[in-house]
Structures are given as C-alpha cells and as structure tokens.
C-alpha cells in the first residue's frame, strides 16, 4: 500500500465538509474518487497533498504520516498534484511551465531527462514548446499540467478532474495518456465528475456524497452497482 487516508476530518470554518474519510491506494493502481459538486473530492486531495489540514484523521504515505508535513516537502517524498482547473502559468512558455514542475529538483542532467521524457509522451507539447501555455487549447493546457506533475518524478499522481471542459475526443485521449502513464509505473490517484471514463480506467473506486465514502470497491463492481448506474452513469 502506497497511500493510506484514515477517517479524514477537514473543516471549512465550521462547515464540516469531509466527515471521516478513510480509503487506500495500493502501488500500481489507478483509484478514483468519483462524486457530484461538493461532494468533498477536491477537499480530500488538497488534504492529501498538505495544502489542508485535518481536524481529525490522518494521511499515511509509504508507511510515514504526512498530515503535518508542508505541502513542499509532500512533493519531494514522491506525491505531485495536478489540481482542478490546472492553474498553468499562461504568460510563461510550454517548456518553462514544465521546468516549474521540477522546482524542487537540483539534478540538471535528471532535470533535462525528465523534460526530454514528458515531451516524447506528450509530443504536441514538443511542437508547441516555445508557445505561450496560456494561448493553448483546453486539452494541451491539461497536457502541460499533467506534463509538469510528471516532472518531479512522483510516486503518486494525484489528478483532479483531468477531464473537465473538454470535448469527448480529447476526454478520451487525456484518459489514454493516465493509462499509459501508469503502465509505465506512477500510481494514479484520480478524481473526477466523469465516472463514466474514471470507472473504465480504474482499478479501484470509492464513491463520494457530502463528505463520506458511500461505496467502494473494484472499479468493475461500482460500475455494475445499479445505484451507480442510475445516480453516475446517466442511466434509468
Ligand atoms: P467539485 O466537483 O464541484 O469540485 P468537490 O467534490 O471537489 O466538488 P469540494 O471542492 O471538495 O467538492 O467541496 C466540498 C465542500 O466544501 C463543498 O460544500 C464546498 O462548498 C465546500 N468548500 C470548498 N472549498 C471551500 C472554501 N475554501 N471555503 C468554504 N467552503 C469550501
């Protein structure tokens, strides 16, 4: 197990909004949280990667408890964060946002490597490298923050809704791309309003409503599960 969530509690003000959290992730996996707005997802990744601090509970990263660790040092441990609306730098060039990814990295020959690697997976961001990242398409947007997570080498990715206005084609190649990316060995946490796609990719899914974990399991059986089927996936 990479990544243990125990009975997460996370306030805003005196909103409670996760209200005891618990799920794992094991070395190799996709899992997704999948849940309507509100519902906590991005709550509980931003607590995850210590952006938030929990009132109660605690998050456990290879076998070390991470919930008091500044979210800085959470990436050098191996956790990259690739947040909801991507929040690339739009003034800044495709190569330099990627670069951004690397900050806290001091090994320029591993640095340059690591660009060389993400441009070969991404070869758009390749052509496009000298561009403004913020005169890029909604997808290659979302390429260059997938890009610049990949670039600190995490062990865990964390995704929040990699999909988000974008149009079906490229849904499908944004879910592609996380495919390939944990064939090649990153664990994979994902978010997302699509269940439809994050069920398909997944290996695990725990399923989210007002701050709680209604269900979980093999992404397989929460795709079957007739609830899931009518609340998630559009069915009747
Ligand atoms: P979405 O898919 O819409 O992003 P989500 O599942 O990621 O939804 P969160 O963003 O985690 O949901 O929000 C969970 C709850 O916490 C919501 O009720 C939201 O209004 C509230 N919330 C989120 N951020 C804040 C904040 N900064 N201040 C106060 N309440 C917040």
Do not use: C, W
């Not at 996709?30 to 990667?49: D, E, F, H, P």
Request: proline share 4%; net charge positive.
């Amino acid at each position: 197990m990479i990544l243990e969530v125990k009975e997460l509690e996370v306030y805003y003000g005196a909103i409670r909004a996760l209200q005891g959290i618990s799920f794992q992730v094991n070395e190799g996996e996709i899992v997704t949280l999948i849940g309507a707005n509100g519902a906590g997802k991005s709550t509980t990744m931003r607590t995850v990667s210590g952006l938030l601090q929990p009132r109660k509970g605690e998050v456990v990263f290879q076998g070390r408890r991470i919930n008091r660790i500044p979210a800085h040092k959470i990436v050098r441990l191996g956790i990259s964060h690739v947040p909801e609306g991507r929040q690339i730098f739009p003034n800044l060039t495709v190569t330099e946002n990627l670069l951004m990814g690397a900050y806290t990295r001091r090994d320029r020959a591993g640095i340059k490597q690591s660009l060389e690697e993400v441009m070969d997976r991404f070869p758009r961001l390749r052509e496009r490298a000298k561009q403004l990242a913020g005169t890029l398409s909604g997808g290659e947007q979302q390429m260059v923050a997938m890009g610049r997570g990949l670039m600190s080498k995490p062990k865990l990715l964390i995704l929040d809704e990699p999909s988000m206005g974008l149009s079906p084609l490229l849904v499908e190649e944004i879910f592609n791309i996380i495919k390939t990316i944990n064939l090649q060995g990153t664990t994979i946490l994902l978010v997302e309003q699509n269940a439809f796609m994050a069920l398909q990719v997944a290996h695990q899914a725990y399923v989210l409503e007002t701050g709680r974990i209604v269900l979980s399991g093999p992404a397989r059986e929460v795709q079957a599960n007739p609830q899931i089927r009518s609340a998630y996936l559009g069915e009747v």
